[in-house]
């Protein structure tokens, strides 16, 4: 047997509920065991301690393609002079760089072993979000800079800060969503949300150019707390999860 017809065989397979059941019985058994034998298990790994060897083996990925990716938004700002509302079309470009990082370990089917580990796939996804969160503010930094100073766009900054906040926290929201609802195509359907709001945000440009003047500001500041509101909603599920120890979503 080779390794396709391996992998297909395995991807083919389907969870019985009730062996599932009686698994997941079995192991809390064995833990209430232990822990009445004081045989407590090794203490995860300090968070912070985690974080920076995230960072030293694949976090500096994570940067350096922000940073390219940086420059060719910059490109795209500059090649189209007085137009604002091009940058929420970019935007979620920037979280679309950041999926193969965050979908690493189940492209790889290494989500059942990370929860048996000293870090949980909870806080691997959640040092990974504040790798890729600490880039993201310095890019959309330097985007609000070069929009204002360089391509001279004819917008107050609340304005910019809105334009690339707004799409940057519904493509986060939904990846979170695809992360924690899906067990299957949670990547495709993450990098199809990033696409769909851009070409969203396209359209919205082309249609409803009144949307980008500031007697609309309201409705920017309305959407963003809206958005906001789900995104911390998210995180806080998130940090829920990592410090009870469990997988971030399901295992197909």
């Not at 009730?18 to 192991?27: A, D, F, G, N, S």
């Not at 580990?117 to 930094?141: D, M």
Request: charged share 15%.
């Amino acid at each position: 047997m080779n390794k396709g017809e391996l992998c297909s065989i395995l991807q083919n397979q389907t969870v019985n509920p009730k062996r599932l059941k009686e698994t997941q019985q079995m192991c809390s058994a064995l833990l209430e065991e232990q822990m009445k034998l004081d045989l407590i298990p090794e203490e995860r790994t300090n968070f912070w301690q985690f974080l920076s060897d995230v960072m030293r083996h694949t976090g500096w990925r994570l940067w350096v393609t922000q940073g390219i990716l940086l420059l060719l938004i910059c490109a795209g700002i500059f090649s189209v002079p007085e137009s604002p509302q091009i940058i929420p079309v970019f935007i979620p470009l920037v979280v679309l760089a950041c999926l193969p990082s965050f979908y690493q370990s189940a492209v790889f089917g290494m989500r059942e072993i990370e929860a048996v580990t000293k870090a949980s796939s909870a806080q691997i996804i959640l040092a990974k979000l504040v790798l890729a969160g600490a880039s993201q503010i310095i890019c959309l930094t330097v985007i609000c800079w070069f929009a204002i100073f360089a391509a001279e766009y004819p917008v107050t900054l609340i304005q910019l800060i809105l334009y690339v906040a707004v799409p940057l926290l519904a493509c986060l929201i939904l990846t979170l969503w695809n992360m924690r609802t899906r067990d299957r195509y949670a990547m495709q359907f993450s990098i199809l949300s990033c696409l769909g709001a851009s070409i969203f945000a396209g359209i919205l440009a082309h249609w409803l150019p009144a949307l980008y003047e500031i007697s609309a500001l309201g409705v920017w500041i309305i959407t963003f707390v809206i958005f906001a509101g789900f995104f911390i909603k998210e995180l806080s599920l998130l940090i829920k999860t990592w410090k009870e120890g469990k997988i971030y979503g399901t295992v197909s």
